[in-house]
């Protein structure tokens, strides 16, 4: 029923209902998902996905890496598609939402040249146009480290790219620019805000057999309206230091970029995938810089890959206390926590069993250690500061 929908959908919104026959060739169909449990070790602090609101501290849940997804993909001709793809997940709230994930109309210009105009995929890291399908996965998530400096995912807007081949390698150059649209939770004051953002981004990918290397750079224009956040800055302003208010607030739209290199490999059953990405502020604000990478490898034994990865995060502030404000405790206090410098390590063990066709089993274990302020993990209890986490995982991420 729910494909019979979304393929309805798909039709109706494109005035093609003409074509609504499920049985069409020119229509497919397809889908995934993982079904997975989680549990850290702890309760006094909360390991969560990016832009993810419940996670796990201490409890079973299924909310950390479980989805859905559905994508529906209808081809008027040789050249004129229109793809949309749905996906219920946890994110910002308690409970599992769905969202339009994708949704936009491709031309093919030529064999070179694509355009796609509608909500289409954010080309920020190595894996971003399959981050949410565990199957296309070797690890059971993107490491934190990284995919948490740049929670932004899709983009309403159009982009062009350009495909061409020289001799065993192919070259691809991706251009985007629209607005990004959502909700942000910021873990401070447990706030969720809608947002959006004008962003523009550009990537350059090289394939040559099991190899690949891409390169993304993203810029934008970013607000978050945090109530708490803004109640410091005001009490900053009204303290006398009006400048240092306005560069460390981000109620009005600040300037931001994020750079990614990623290298990919399988061959001879070796894996290794790796990206570093830095985030910097263009103009001043609270949210940090940051520098962010990590490194998996891992040998495939028949249908059995098990798996390592380190990863790291550390972060900056991009504005400085004036020296003035340390003669009011209280704001200096509280300023000094939130811009302090942060940082976090990992390291995870995995394993994954395609044991099936369509189906693979993923067991995986992670050991985070937080830095200064416990970096990406949230919910922090005074007996949880600098406290190592553990979390256990296992589930089954499928296609169909």
Do not use: C
């Amino acid at each position: 029923m729910k494909l019979t929908l979304l393929a309805a959908a798909l039709l109706g919104t494109l005035g093609a209902a003409h074509a609504a026959d499920l049985g069409s060739e020119n229509l497919s169909i397809t889908g995934f998902g993982t079904l997975a449990a989680a549990k850290s070790n702890t309760e006094d602090a909360r390991y969560t996905r990016s832009n993810q609101r419940e996670g796990t501290a201490g409890t079973t849940t299924i909310g950390l890496d479980s989805n859905l997804g559905l994508q529906a993909t209808y081809k008027f001709s040789d050249k004129l598609s229109a793809t949309t793809q749905i996906l219920s997940r946890k994110s910002t709230g308690d409970s599992f939402t769905t969202e339009l994930a994708w949704a936009f109309v491709k031309y093919q210009v030529n064999d070179d040249i694509a355009v796609r105009v509608g909500r289409v995929v954010m080309p920020t890291f190595l894996i971003s146009d399959y981050q949410n399908v565990g199957y296309a996965n070797t690890m059971m998530r993107p490491p934190t480290e990284l995919y948490g400096s740049n929670f932004l995912e899709n983009i309403d807007g159009a982009d062009i790219s350009w495909q061409h081949s020289v001799g065993e390698t192919t070259f691809t150059v991706q251009a985007v620019g629209g607005v990004v649209r959502g909700k942000a939770y910021t873990a401070q004051d447990k706030s969720v805000e809608r947002f959006q953002s004008p962003h523009a981004a550009i990537a350059f990918t090289a394939e040559r057999g099991p190899v690949q290397l891409r390169v993304a750079h993203v810029r934008g224009k970013l607000t978050i309206d945090a109530k708490d956040l803004n109640k410091l800055s005001d009490a900053v302003a009204h303290a006398g230091f009006e400048q240092f208010a306005s560069d460390f607030s981000m109620r009005e739209k600040k300037v931001i970029s994020f750079t990614s290199v990623g290298l990919m490999a399988d061959w001879n059953n070796m894996v290794v995938q790796s990206e570093y990405g830095i985030r910097r502020g263009v103009d001043k604000m609270f949210l940090a810089d940051a520098d962010a990478w990590y490194l998996m490898a891992g040998y495939r034994f028949g249908t059995v890959l098990p798996y390592y990865s380190h990863g790291s995060f550390k972060s900056k502030p991009s504005v400085s206390i004036p020296a003035g404000l340390a003669g009011i405790p209280p704001l200096y206090g509280a300023m000094s926590s939130i811009l302090a410098p942060t940082g976090q390590k990992s390291d995870t063990l995995g394993v994954r069993w395609d044991f099936a066709k369509s189906a693979a089993l993923k067991v995986q274990v992670d050991r985070i250690k937080p830095g200064v302020k416990n970096a990406l993990l949230s919910d922090v209890t005074p007996a949880g500061v600098g406290k190592k986490v553990t979390v256990l995982a296992a589930g089954v991420d499928f296609v169909f």
